[in-house]
């Protein structure tokens, strides 16, 4: 068995789009104490990032020992700060003002676990410039996306009308929307070959 531990719609929209045969499953750790723990022993977002999503994997195999699990995380360093999901729409408009005119990373973090066993992992980085936007042209944009905003670390989404809100994107798509999809698909070529091969949804 293949085990996603994630109930993301856009991590597993990507891997069903790629006809990879997987089931869902959420992850119940504390992310914001690990995330903690990790920043008081110097870790960047990037390590950040790969702990989370190893932490997700190793805490949905410990229940699914002999399955493979994918682990995955993202997050979002605006210089030496992180940030996080908005809770409210009030939240992600502010978190949207702060982030205007600035350059940020994403750093997406990807691991497949067995048992208690790393098989692979792999991190990449994302960095995404707004343009100098108008509140009004925010509001809209919130509006347009709905409660989806919320789903998304930045408070938006690159796959729908928050990408107006950008000047420029360097870096892979897949990233952007939280999974690493080719070098996981490569992962998977080499340790779960079954699920890719006529893979059935």
Request: charged share 25%; hydrophobic share 45%; net charge negative.
């Amino acid at each position: 068995m293949l085990i996603l531990a994630s109930q993301s719609p856009a991590r597993k929209a990507l891997l069903s789009g790629a006809r990879v045969a997987y089931d869902a499953r959420p992850a119940h750790i504390d992310e914001r104490r690990i995330e903690a723990e990790a920043v008081a022993r110097g870790a960047d977002a990037r390590d950040i990032a790969l702990l989370l999503a190893r932490a997700k994997a190793l805490a949905v195999a410990a229940l699914s020992p002999t399955a493979i699990v994918i682990g995955a995380d993202q997050t979002l360093a605006l210089g030496d700060e992180l940030l996080h999901k908005p809770e409210t729409m009030e939240e992600a408009a502010r978190q949207l003002s702060y982030l205007k005119g600035k350059t940020h990373r994403l750093h997406a973090g990807v691991v497949l676990v067995q048992g208690d066993k790393v098989l692979w992992e792999h991190v990449e980085t994302a960095e995404l410039t707004m343009r100098e936007f108008s509140d009004a042209e925010r509001d809209e944009i919130l509006a347009l996306e709905g409660e989806d905003a919320l789903s998304s670390v930045g408070g938006y989404r690159l796959e729908g009308a928050s990408v107006r809100l950008f000047e420029t994107i360097t870096g892979d798509y897949f990233t952007i929307l939280g999974l690493p999809l080719l070098p996981l698909l490569s992962a998977l070529r080499e340790f779960a070959p079954q699920y890719l091969k006529g893979a059935e949804l």
